[in-house]
């Protein structure tokens, strides 16, 4: 029981690190979808560090779907 219970957590750690691993793909929909989003937000963020996070993180992945960025 042990060892399949241990068996299992190794399997779903060694995919759960491995999904991060691998780049997305350049997708369209998603492209547009963070690249509107960082644009709507930097017009409308607050003025604090959570923003200014949140803010990068949008930018990072529209540019991550992006295929000209």
């Known amino acids: 029981m042990k060892t399949s219970i241990l068996i299992l957590l190794s399997i779903l750690f060694a ?3 491995f ?3 691998v780049p997305p ?3 369209k929909a ?3 979808l ?3 989003k960082a644009i709507k ?3 409308t963020m607050r003025n604090d560090s959570y923003a200014v996070v949140t803010l990068e ?3 990072k992945r529209a540019k ?3 295929p000209d960025k």
């Open 15 to 17: 995919t759960a690190s």
């Open 19 to 21: 999904s991060d691993i």
């Open 25 to 27: 793909k350049k997708n």
């Open 30 to 32: 998603m492209c547009k």
């Open 34 to 36: 963070f690249t509107q």
């Open 41 to 43: 937000y930097e017009k």
């Open 57 to 59: 993180s949008y930018k």
């Open 64 to 66: 991550l779907y992006c």
